[in-house]
């Protein structure tokens, strides 16, 4: 996995020198986390790995996920630099929604993630069966 | 990464062929993404890398989370298997968190990502600020 770079130290403020800390509640990269952490997210960001997507076929694929959430979820992964909007100037104009380089590393990693939580899958359910029984 | 494995196929029913899809709405591997993605249950795995908790230390180490969303959280990944619950029977008796082997190899999977959102902050919040400053 990639090391963590240090940031470079052009500036003097030492707060500069510090390593992004997904643990310390006020730092940047929580916020990352925030937006890159939630399923649907998590889903678009995998959707977008098949290839670029049109709004409603990635509503499509991200079954579930209503309108003004996907929405939401684009606009924050844009604003992250994770996802690209693109107007495709052919007549009808139309939109398409594609990964960043970041994007698809992020995506990488996420499908490392949901790929393990499928292989267990069995695993989980039985868990969560004997967990509701001991519960009664 | 692991591939995913096809489920045992000791019942006649189809459905039990098909494999665990994250994108299909009703599927347990979409639940399963539900307990793990969101911040608070990726905190929680990546803390309990570092060894056992406590409830209060742990709710010290995720900076910012409640005491309700915290307990919330540890309940949900405890049902799904990722994290164990033990009483240790000194005292005063204590209770400790730990990671289960499928948690343990879900939090190293989080923590490439998490360790790839910490090293990647300047360029998320450089794409944060242009984002913004476009939407005026």
Redesign the interface.
Known sequence: ?????T??SDAIDPSDAL???????N????A???T????W???AL??LVEGDYRFNALRR????VSEKMLAQTLHAL?????VQREVVTVIPARVEYSLTT?GA??AE????????????????????AA??ARRG
Chains 1, 2 share one sequence.
């Open positions: 996995m990639s090391a963590v770079p940031p470079s390593v992004a800390d997904v643990f310390a509640r730092c940047d990269s929580r990352a986390l925030e890159v952490g939630g399923k997210s998590i889903l995998l959707a694929r991200v079954e579930g844009e604003r992250d630099g994770l970041l590393e992020i990693r996420l499908r490392g993630l949901t790929e393990l939580l499928e292989g267990s899958i069995d695993h989980i359910t039985a868990a969560r967990y509701d």
